[in-house]
Structure formats: structure tokens, C-alpha cells
């Protein structure tokens, strides 16, 4: 299924898998001005998760369950972030600031509300209320953020399931990714919020992957990455 708001794979079904991806596109909808500025920060780490869908729909038609992907960039509206965060609607980056969110006023950002971000989640939720096995958001990270390098390779994200997390990242470990735990960025402080928002809504475990981008920015990189990532999730016995 295709709308402006989602994209759907498969479908969610009990004990399966359960697939997300909150920044899979950097697709503008119609109707907002797009200057080149913009278009540069549509294209990088701003404006998607660079991968993270091609190694969602390769984990989903691998796996089978089901997967929803955000079918606008994370410029437009973020997500995985929560009605009220700052950063919900990014007005500034470390590389510019996009045009069409200067000055943005109440009434634009309900309406991206209403037409963006509550659709995917209702998709989500609809997915996740089959209660399926696991519910896995999927997302990217750069090489480098601000001058440092990162060397991890993955990272395993949560607020709960601490040994779940653990298990899957001593799994990832053993498929030769080098995986860390909340990094680089922590469930602990709310970072994970749609894997959250869901998997405790329908009461399933669930966890956040992350992927250093370069491992995955073609498909038939992203399509290796997946197939030690299902090995991965596979040993875990969940």
C-alpha cells in the first residue's frame, strides 16, 4: 500500500516480524517550495536515513511479517520524535537551514500532523496491534557527526528488553559487525520514540537498529548487511 504519508510491505501477522523505518524517504510532498539549498539537504543525513529502507524491504521479504516505511522526508515532520519535541520540525542544520520550515506557524505544523505524521503511526499501530514478535525500527548513522569519526558499525538501541539488546548485540557482534549498545544515540533518553510509542502500545518487545550508512548505501550492500542481520536475529531465538 502507497500514500502520501506511508509505504507498506507484507503485513503484519501474530508472531511474525515486525519491520519500521521512520526515515525511508527524502521524498518532498507537492505543495512546498523546494530551493537548491534544500535539495542538497534532502539528499544527505538530514533529510533520510541514507540505506535504511533498502535493508528494511531486504530484512522484510527475507523474514516475511511486515514493514512501514515514512513515505516523507524528516524535514517535513520527524517521525521519531514526539508531538512537542524541538526537533520535530528541524528549522536548522549543521549544514543550513531548510526554507520550507522558516517560521513555521501553529496551524502549518497541525497540519503536517494531521497529514503526515499521525498516518504513519495509525499504519504502524495497525501493523503492531497483530502482535507480532518483535517490532525492529530501522535507521542509519554517518561515519562521521561533527568531526568524529565513528567506528561502530551498528548499534542496538533500547529503553527496555535489556537482554534482549544485549543478546542481539552480541549477535550482530558474531556476524563480524562492530555493534555497541545505545550508541550512537540512547533509548534510555527517549530516543527511540516510534519503536517505544508502539511496542509498548501493543505490548511487544521492540527494539532500534542502527546501521552506519556507508555498509548500506547501495542495495546490493544493504542486502548483505541484511542477510547477517537476519542470521543475527535468527540465533536469538526470540
Given at each position: 500500500?502507497?500514500?502520501?504519508?506511508?509505504?507498506?510491505?507484507?503485513?503484519?501477522?501474530?508472531?511474525?516480524w515486525l519491520f519500521s523505518c521512520e526515515h525511508a524517504?527524502?521524498?518532498?510532498?507537492?505543495?512546498?517550495?523546494?530551493?537548491?539549498?534544500?535539495?542538497?539537504?534532502?539528499?544527505?543525513?538530514?533529510?533520510?536515513?541514507?540505506?535504511?529502507?533498502?535493508?528494511?524491504?531486504?530484512?522484510?521479504?527475507?523474514?516475511?511479517?511486515?514493514?512501514?516505511?515514512?513515505?516523507?522526508?524528516?524535514?517535513?515532520?520527524?517521525?521519531?520524535?514526539?508531538?512537542?519535541?524541538?526537533?520535530?520540525?528541524?528549522?536548522?542544520?549543521?549544514?543550513?537551514?531548510?526554507?520550507?520550515?522558516?517560521?513555521?506557524?501553529?496551524?502549518?505544523?497541525?497540519?503536517?500532523?494531521?497529514?503526515?505524521?499521525?498516518?504513519?503511526?495509525?499504519?504502524?499501530?495497525?501493523?503492531?496491534?497483530?502482535?507480532?514478535?518483535?517490532?525492529?525500527?530501522?535507521?542509519?548513522?554517518?561515519?562521521?557527526?561533527?568531526?568524529?569519526?565513528?567506528?561502530?558499525?551498528?548499534?542496538?538501541?533500547?529503553?527496555?528488553?535489556?537482554?534482549?539488546?544485549?543478546?542481539?548485540?552480541?549477535?550482530?557482534?558474531?556476524?563480524?559487525?562492530a555493534t555497541a549498545l545505545n550508541e550512537p544515540y540512547?533509548?534510555?533518553?527517549?530516543?527511540?520514540?516510534?519503536?517505544?510509542?508502539?511496542?509498548?502500545?501493543?505490548?511487544?518487545?521492540?527494539l532500534e537498529l542502527e546501521v552506519r550508512q556507508d555498509?548500506?548505501?547501495?542495495?546490493?550492500?544493504?542486502?548483505?548487511?541484511?542477510?547477517?542481520?537476519?542470521?543475527?536475529?535468527?540465533?536469538?531465538?526470540?
Amino acid at each position: 500500500m502507497v500514500t502520501d504519508a506511508f509505504v507498506t510491505l507484507g503485513r503484519g501477522q501474530p508472531g511474525g516480524w515486525l519491520f519500521s523505518c521512520e526515515h525511508a524517504s527524502r521524498r518532498m510532498p507537492r505543495g512546498y517550495p523546494v530551493s537548491h539549498r534544500d535539495r542538497h539537504l534532502l539528499d544527505t543525513h538530514w533529510g533520510w536515513d541514507i540505506g535504511a529502507a533498502d535493508l528494511t524491504r531486504a530484512l522484510c521479504n527475507s523474514m516475511g511479517g511486515g514493514a512501514v516505511f515514512c513515505n516523507f522526508t524528516r524535514l517535513l515532520c520527524d517521525t521519531n520524535r514526539a508531538p512537542g519535541d524541538p526537533t520535530m520540525f528541524l528549522d536548522d542544520t549543521d549544514d543550513g537551514a531548510p526554507s520550507f520550515n522558516s517560521a513555521l506557524d501553529e496551524a502549518e505544523r497541525d497540519r503536517r500532523s494531521r497529514r503526515y505524521f499521525h498516518p504513519y503511526h495509525q499504519a504502524l499501530a495497525r501493523f503492531a496491534a497483530q502482535r507480532p514478535r518483535l517490532l525492529l525500527s530501522i535507521h542509519s548513522f554517518t561515519p562521521s557527526f561533527r568531526g568524529r569519526a565513528r567506528t561502530m558499525e551498528a548499534g542496538v538501541l533500547f529503553d527496555r528488553h535489556d537482554p534482549l539488546a544485549h543478546e542481539l548485540a552480541l549477535a550482530l557482534a558474531g556476524e563480524g559487525l562492530a555493534t555497541a549498545l545505545n550508541e550512537p544515540y540512547s533509548g534510555k533518553d527517549g530516543l527511540i520514540y516510534s519503536a517505544a510509542r508502539h511496542g509498548q502500545g501493543a505490548g511487544i518487545p521492540y527494539l532500534e537498529l542502527e546501521v552506519r550508512q556507508d555498509l548500506i548505501d547501495t542495495r546490493p550492500r544493504a542486502a548483505a548487511v541484511a542477510a547477517r542481520v537476519e542470521r543475527a536475529l535468527l540465533s536469538c531465538g526470540i
